[in-house]
């Protein structure tokens, strides 16, 4: 009996391991980071070099490449990715897209399959990912929208699901109804190393 339990003791301890694992390798100092996304990772609303992906180079010490283009759906975003994959490289992709599908209102199947694709493209070149997710926009900001739990789940990718929501409900870090002041996206950046740390990449 005692053998037993000292079994099952172990088969425990090992689950228990395997789940703390970190999801992510740690980052080498001349690491390159890919922000891509729409106008959250541009920037708009931001002043200069107050973009989350500058302020992240900061706090990193790390290249961050801003490859986020204002206006972007995500099937533009599918198209436009791998090309920026294949030139620079990088050691870690960080996606934060969706939101203007999300304001026109197209189909959350189409964006979620959009974004795993995304996903996809990295993974076939061994990049790592993150997503943030996005709400969905209305008078309150509460949760990112369904899709991105939906990938975190799916995708097993380290996520970041209350960030852009909590920002966005809070009128002192933000520029207009949709996208954070400098104070926000400083926020974002800090939140960003948060999630970096936690899964062992810094």
Do not use: W
């Amino acid at each position: 009996m005692k053998i037993v339990l000292m079994v099952v003791a172990l088969l425990f301890s090992g689950m228990a391991c395997n789940k703390s694992k970190p999801a992510l390798s740690k980052l080498p100092d001349n690491a390159v980071i890919l922000a891509f996304g729409d106008s959250l990772t541009y920037g708009t609303g931001a002043s200069a070099q107050h973009d989350y992906p500058s302020i992240l180079t900061q706090l990193t010490g790390r290249e961050v490449i801003n490859e986020g283009v204002p206006g972007e759906i995500s099937s533009a975003g599918r198209q436009r990715l791998p090309a920026l994959l294949d030139e620079y490289r990088p050691d870690l992709l960080i996606l934060i897209h969706g939101g203007n599908d999300i304001l026109q209102q197209i189909a959350a199947e189409q964006t979620r399959d959009n974004l795993k694709a995304m996903i996809a493209e990295a993974r076939q070149r061994n990049i790592p990912v993150v997503i943030f997710g996005v709400p969905a926009f209305g008078i309150v900001f509460l949760h990112s929208a369904k899709i991105y739990e939906e990938l975190a789940a799916s995708e097993g990718v380290p996520s970041d699901l209350d960030s852009l929501p909590n920002i966005l409900a809070n009128n002192e870090l933000k520029s207009d109804t949709v996208h954070p002041n400098d104070r926000g996206y400083r926020l974002l950046a800090e939140n960003v190393v948060a999630l970096l740390q936690k899964h062992g990449a810094l």
